[in-house]
Structure formats: C-alpha cells, structure tokens
T-cell receptor, first 111, second 113 residues
Framework: DAKTTQPPSMDCAEGRAANLPCNHS???????VYWYRQIHSQGPQYIIHGLKNNETNEMASLIITEDRKSSTLILPHATLRDTAVYYCIVRANNAGNMLTFGGGTRLMVKP | DSGVTQTPKHLITATGQRVTLRCSPRSGDLSVYWYQQSLDQGLQFLIQ???????AKGNILERFSAQQFPDLHSELNLSSLELGDSALYFC????????????FGPGTRLTVL
C-alpha cells in the first residue's frame, strides 16, 4: 500500500472550514483514498473515500488532485465535536482489504 | 452507531491468563477484521475472516487466535497474556467487494496487570 503523510496536528476555529491535507505521492492507479476519524478512544469512524473524482457526503468533502498524489478532507463548518484524530489511508485493491493506519492528524476545533 | 458490536467493553486480567473478545458484524457483512491499538504502536491490523475462513493475517502474535462462526460473529482469543498486550482491540466488518468500506465497533479495552 502507498504510504501517506499528514501533519501531526492542526487547529481550526469553530464554524470555520477545516482543511486536512494528505500526501500520497506513491499511490497506484487502483488504490482508493479513505478517511477515518477517531474521537478519544472510540472506534474509528468512516468519513469518506474516493478514487479520482471529488466526493461529498453529509459529513465532508474529499478533494483529490488530478495527479492523485495528494488529497484534502474538508469539514465545511467544524464544530467542537469534530475534534479528533483524522486518518488518511490509501488502500490497495487486493483480497486482503486491511487498512494501514499511520499517525493521522490531531484536529483541535477551538471555540 | 456503526452496527458493529463488541463485548466486553472493558476487561481487566492478570499476566498469564487467557481472554476471549467477541464481535458481531453489521447485518449482511461477511468480513470481520481485528485491529489492536496500543499507545506505542498505533492502530495495527491483526487478522481478517471472510464467511468463516481466514483471509489475511497481519501482525498477530502466535499467542493470539481468532475464528468466525457460522452466524458470522467472531472471537479473538488472547492467551498467556503479557503486560504489553494491554490495548484497545477493535473489530470492523465489511462486505466482500474490493472497495467495501470497513465499519468499526466501539472496541474492547484490555488491561493486563
């Protein structure tokens, strides 16, 4: 699986958009970009995933660059409850299907 | 609520003991995954089962084993426990498609004294 690089921490003001970057310069053509978050010690929560096109759901938007070497997760109006560790994961398209978690980005939303 | 359930929520035991962690996947999901999260290692994949059969193995110790039953629930057995086995253990489930999303349970916190 391709490795990902994320900043270890970020701050965001409540109500503002949180833009979390992820670098995955060695991504292969059939690898998807997944985002999960973990609040305190709860189970990781699925947010969104994409292959090439930008994606949006009720939680967030995912912007993938045209060369697919990086992506940005956007939380449009961050709230205090969005404070969490956010993991960007590139997953190989094989039978194993396991997720390889890195260190993630600790997002702190401040009032 | 992801639909994945895990029991127990907390487990405290002594070194050398054996414990069993239980996971019930989301309705309709055939794949179950086990992950370990310790303070110094982060979230690590242990093992995957699909419809009762082992599909993939990660960094799982020989003292650990798992199985998936006909009703698709899974159990992770940890034996000869050591202090370093203290961690959060998460179960996740998914369908079988190559891009099927994994949904995680709330975890079991194991403390070995």
């Amino acid at each position: 699986d391709a490795k990902t690089t994320q900043p270890p921490s970020m701050d965001c003001a409540e109500g503002r958009a949180a833009n979390l970057p992820c670098n995955h310069s060695t991504i292969s053509g059939n690898e998807y970009v997944y985002w999960y978050r973990q609040i305190h010690s709860q189970g990781p929560q699925y947010i969104i995933h994409g292959l090439k096109n930008n994606e949006t759901n009720e939680m967030a938007s995912l912007i993938i660059t045209e060369d697919r070497k990086s992506s940005t997760l956007i939380l449009p109006h961050a709230t205090l409850r969005d404070t969490a560790v956010y993991y960007c994961i590139v997953r190989a398209n094989n039978a194993g299907n396991m997720l390889t978690f890195g260190g993630g980005t600790r997002l702190m939303v401040k009032p | 609520d992801s639909g994945v359930t895990q029991t127990p929520k907390h487990l405290i035991t002594a070194t050398g003991q054996r414990v069993t962690l239980r996971c019930s996947p989301r309705s309709g999901d055939l794949s179950v995954y086990w992950y370990q999260q310790s303070l110094d290692q982060g979230l690590q994949f242990l093992i995957q089962y699909y419809n009762g059969e082992e599909r993939a193995k990660g960094n799982i110790l020989e003292r650990f084993s798992a199985q998936q039953f006909p009703d698709l629930h899974s159990e992770l057995n940890l034996s000869s426990l050591e202090l370093g086995d203290s961690a959060l253990y998460f179960c996740a489930s998914s369908g079988f498609g190559q891009t099927d999303t994994q949904y995680f349970g709330p975890g079991t916190r194991l403390t070995v004294l």
